[in-house]
């Protein structure tokens, strides 16, 4: 291998050991060594521009407006309303509802976004019956990432993917949404053998009052337009990152016109730390390194195994590290095998769309959206380790990493 990718292999590496040391913000690591590559003539600067995927950036910050909207309407304080009162005081009744909630939203909404909105309202419900919180949250992460890998906007991996193999919104739903459907049955069916509801000291919130914006009803059916629109995508020829920003402007013109604030909304660290993720994957595929990679797997022997072997590793590594980058740094090595050999089609990204989100539910650093439960848990007093999330999650993630296996096998 050459010099620019060995340096860019050393980048990713060091992205890695700096997420995973947790010393400084993901934005800042991701930005910084994106930086060190241009300015040491790795990747030039205007490869790393034309390697920014914009169409994913607009989907992101799109969807981060329109939900914020959605906060403030009330909607979800008052699904979290209906949910308490459909439970009944039984404590499994409000895990199955909380479980079916928070994969159905998240379907639809960044699943971060959906933790960040539902699991304070979890919490408080579980507090009002007395019951230990962590467990419910778990469950409530789990279904968020299965639940977020059946469409291209659910799961930040799945926005990655769709735009890399240029899959619109209905071909992703039939490529993944058959297998997150069954993962979320299977598990329903075995989840009583893993979680034990544990008692608590009831600790009651007084019943907030929910206001409920006059804009939610206007909200919800520029929602469904929006969808529409997602599902629509291949007659209108506009790509989903325009149509969810072209979503949040009709929002915010809506709800306060021309003197909205929705620059308020944007999680800009999230951007930047994509932003200098594919500068990074950028870097590895200028360099040849991605090329390197393709072709070693692109091998006889391995063809058959090839979807099995790549959804295994993808979990594996994905239980280990943050999804998103591992899930970047493989596109552009599945895109090569693709064009190499016309054996290989969407089994491949099937595979590492798999990979991601089940082994992202093993442990807390596996994927954004838990490590942001296990903050929302820590600001209210409540201890979320890594062995106490690793202790279901493991089991979660092997038994549905089973199930898909068994799907890829006999679909493939």
């Known amino acids: 291998m050459s010099g620019p990718a060995w340096i860019s292999l050393l980048a990713v590496v060091v992205l890695y050991v700096l997420l995973l040391g947790d010393w400084f913000h993901r934005a800042w690591v991701a930005l910084g060594l994106a930086a060190a ?54 404590p499994w009744r409000l895990l199955w509802i909380f479980y079916v909630i928070t994969a159905t939203i998240s379907a639809f909404l960044d699943n971060v976004t959906t933790i960040l909105l539902l699991t304070p309202i979890l919490i408080d419900a579980a507090e009002e019956m007395g019951l230990d919180p962590v467990p419910l949250i778990i469950v409530q992460v789990i279904a968020s990432n299965l639940g977020g890998m059946a469409t291209l906007i659910g799961d930040p991996p799945n926005i990655l993917i769709g735009t890399a193999a240029q899959l619109s919104f209905l071909e992703f739903v039939a490529i993944l949404g058959p297998i997150a459907v069954l993962s979320l049955a299977a598990l329903a069916i075995v989840l009583p053998l893993f979680v034990r509801l544990n008692p608590a000291p009831v600790r009651r919130h007084p019943d907030r009052f929910i206001a409920v914006s006059p804009h939610l ?27 969810a920003l072209m979503g949040a402007l009709a929002a915010t013109l809506y709800t306060h016109g021309f003197r909205g604030r929705w620059y308020r909304y944007v999680d800009y660290a999230t951007l930047g730390f994509f932003l200098g993720v594919f500068v990074l994957v950028g870097a ?32 594996v590594f994905s239980a280990l590290l943050d999804n998103v980058p591992l ?12 064009a190499r050999d016309p054996h290989f089609g969407v089994e491949l990204w099937l595979a590492i769309g798999l990979g991601a989100a089940i082994g992202g539910n093993a442990t807390v650093i596996g994927a954004s959206a838990n490590v942001v439960a296990q903050g929302l848990a820590i600001e209210r007093g409540y201890s979320l380790s890594f062995r106490q999330f690793a202790g279901l999650g493991l089991k979660a993630a092997a038994f549905t990493a089973l199930v898909s296996a068994a799907y890829l096998t006999v679909r493939f």
């Open 37 to 90: 590559l241009v300015a040491s003539r790795t990747i030039s600067l205007s490869a790393a521009f034309s390697s920014i995927d914009w169409n994913t950036i607009f989907l992101l910050a799109g969807m981060m407006i329109f939900v914020a909207y959605l906060g403030e309407g009330g909607l979800f304080r008052l699904l979290g309303r209906w949910a308490r009162a459909w439970a009944g005081g039984h």
């Open 217 to 243: 009803k206007g909200l919800l059916i520029i929602l469904a337009m929006m969808l529409a629109a997602f599902i629509m995508q291949r007659q209108l020829h506009v790509k989903v990152g325009y149509l």
């Open 284 to 315: 590895l595929e200028s360099s040849g390194l991605v090329r390197y990679l393709a072709g070693w797997l692109d091998r006889p022997a391995l063809g058959p195994w090839l979807p099995l072997l790549l959804f295994s590793g993808t979990a």
């Open 327 to 338: 899930v970047a740094a493989l596109l552009p090595v599945i895109s090569h095998l693709v």
